[in-house]
């Protein structure tokens, strides 16, 4: 099936929403590789190893979770707002089932050689930040600490999504924001767009029926919350860091990240393995 072309930049974001609610959403084309290698000896694996392959893939990691609230309809106590919560409910071989032959990523975009780059970068960069928050939310003894990881797995969704269906935009609004490094994201994406990302990426999360919790959680406006605190310094640091650390944000970042963890910063380098040496004024 043809996907649609997206909509024009004054589409306005319920155009977007609409249209990102049609299509099939990709997945990394190692994602299918390792499915189909566990879908071989389907019999001897468990819910945790499908679960630990689900959450490298921030685009399947979605629609497992907004299955699963279908799935579950009116029979579900209470949301169901891990990965592992999911596979569990669901079991191995109906997710097996139910995902397979999933279009990937690099089918979707193998004539946009610049947009795949850009979408693997941003893919990688929201797999280093779920590490970040789940590191953290074990040293804050947080009660689930799979929940504050999901959260900064998922938290930049609609930019994932935006280089894989409409890439001429994610590469214009990329090169904006690389010829000047003084303009902010959100600044950049309503001027070219007609609304942040971070909009849609909401208003995807209540259309698709993602779990309340984790809507709060990648939601940058309940920072006040410790939990918030940790995903969005989490994607932070990961967003600073994706090109080396001698990005001139990194400071800051370092400085909440030691006041949230309530650690020095000597033990905070050690956590993430950095030798104090290679960060500039350290």
Same mark, same amino acid.
């Given at each position: 099936?043809?996907? *649609?072309?997206?909509?024009?930049?004054?589409?306005? &974001?319920?155009?977007?929403?609409?249209?990102?609610?049609?299509?099939?959403? *990709?997945?990394?084309?190692?994602?299918?590789?390792?499915?189909?290698?566990?879908?071989?000896?389907?019999?001897?694996?468990?819910?945790?190893?499908?679960?630990?392959? +689900?959450?490298?893939?921030?685009?399947?990691?979605?629609?497992?979770?907004?299955? &699963?609230?279908?799935?579950? %309809?009116?029979?579900?106590?209470?949301?169901?707002?891990?990965?592992?919560?999911?596979?569990?409910?669901?079991?191995?071989?109906?997710?097996?089932?139910?995902?397979?032959?999933?279009?990937?990523?690099?089918?979707?975009?193998?004539?946009?050689?610049?947009?795949?780059? %850009?979408?693997?970068? +941003? $893919?990688?960069?929201?797999?280093?930040?779920?590490?970040?928050?789940?590191?953290?939310?074990?040293?804050?003894?947080?009660?689930? &600490?799979?929940?504050?990881?999901?959260?900064?797995?998922?938290?930049?969704?609609?930019?994932?999504?935006?280089?894989?269906?409409?890439?001429?935009?994610?590469?214009? $609004?990329?090169?904006?924001?690389?010829?000047?490094?003084?303009? !902010?994201?959100?600044?950049?994406?309503?001027?070219?767009?007609?609304?942040?990302?971070?909009?849609?990426?909401?208003?995807?999360?209540?259309?698709?029926?993602?779990?309340?919790?984790?809507?709060?959680? $990648?939601?940058?406006?309940?920072?006040?919350?410790?939990?918030?605190?940790?995903?969005?310094?989490?994607?932070?640091?990961? !967003?600073?860091?994706?090109?080396?650390?001698?990005?001139?944000?990194?400071?800051?970042?370092?400085?909440?990240?030691?006041?949230?963890?309530? $650690?020095?910063?000597?033990?905070?380098?050690?956590?993430?393995?950095?030798?104090?040496?290679?960060? *500039?004024?350290?």
């Amino acid at each position: 099936m043809l996907t *649609p072309p997206p909509p024009s930049g004054s589409a306005g &974001i319920a155009a977007w929403l609409e249209f990102f609610s049609s299509v099939e959403l *990709p997945v990394l084309r190692q994602t299918v590789r390792q499915l189909d290698e566990a879908r071989g000896c389907a019999d001897r694996v468990s819910s945790r190893q499908i679960s630990d392959i +689900v959450f490298q893939d921030p685009l399947l990691a979605v629609r497992v979770l907004a299955y &699963i609230q279908s799935f579950g %309809g009116r029979h579900l106590h209470r949301d169901i707002t891990t990965i592992g919560g999911a596979i569990m409910m669901l079991g191995v071989e109906p997710f097996f089932r139910e995902f397979d032959n999933l279009p990937t990523i690099e089918l979707t975009l193998k004539t946009h050689p610049i947009a795949l780059l %850009g979408v693997l970068q +941003v $893919i990688l960069r929201t797999q280093r930040a779920s590490r970040y928050a789940r590191d953290w939310a074990y040293v804050r003894h947080d009660l689930n &600490i799979e929940e504050v990881a999901v959260a900064a797995l998922l938290h930049d969704l609609a930019e994932i999504l935006l280089w894989c269906y409409a890439p001429a935009q994610a590469i214009a $609004i990329r090169s904006r924001l690389l010829a000047d490094k003084t303009l !902010r994201s959100a600044v950049v994406q309503q001027e070219m767009l007609g609304f942040p990302l971070s909009a849609l990426q909401l208003a995807l999360c209540h259309a698709w029926h993602l779990p309340e919790l984790l809507t709060t959680l $990648i939601d940058d406006a309940n920072a006040h919350l410790p939990r918030v605190q940790n995903v969005r310094l989490a994607v932070n640091l990961a !967003r600073h860091s994706l090109n080396g650390w001698t990005d001139a944000a990194l400071p800051d970042d370092f400085a909440a990240i030691q006041a949230l963890l309530r $650690i020095s910063h000597e033990a905070l380098l050690e956590r993430l393995q950095l030798p104090a040496e290679t960060l *500039p004024g350290t």
